[in-house]
């Protein structure tokens, strides 16, 4: 098993110190850099720096990166739930590392696309129907991951299918 023992420490955001959910990171007592490209070829826009290395990506809302010696995953009420997420990564990890052989490893990274690009394919014309004033302010909740392609109701309408394919090719 390459992750047996570790230990879990909950913290607040430093941006938001009165923020009401946590930050929980894990101390490993093993080095699990060399599975990190496994792990990245099994998520979804996975953020790899192989220099250093770090392997980050968000999965139900969480953020979740990777270092040899820590793990750490965002959004957590308490500690019962870190508990529970933490002992699902180890596992998951645990059985890629298992499993590495029948694997390809991955070194790509998903780059985040740029708001001007964004923003040159959404309708244009400020309906503020996604709730914000601009097709800009949501290109750029968009680029964030804070709103998502849906919460554009005229990305639906027949003319702007094209449009809506390119943006779902660039992993939104
Ligand atoms: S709903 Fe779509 S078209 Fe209207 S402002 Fe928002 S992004 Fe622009």
Known sequence: MLIEDYEIELSTPACDLESPVYMAKVSLASDIGEVLPYV??????????PGIPVLVWKDGGRKYALRPGEMAISSITDKEEAGALVATLVDRINAIWENRSS??????????????????????????????????????????????????????????????SCLQDMGL
């Open 40 to 49: 990245n070829a099994t998520v979804e826009k996975g953020e790899f720096v």
């Open 103 to 164: 694997l390809e490893p991955s070194y790509a990274s998903w780059e985040k696309p740029k708001v001007l690009d964004l923003l040159k394919l959404l309708p244009g014309t400020n309906c503020r129907e996604c709730g914000v004033p601009t097709c800009m302010a949501y290109a750029a909740k968009l680029a964030a991951g804070k709103m998502r392609l849906e919460d554009c109701p005229r990305l639906g309408d027949e003319d702007c299918a094209e449009q809506l």
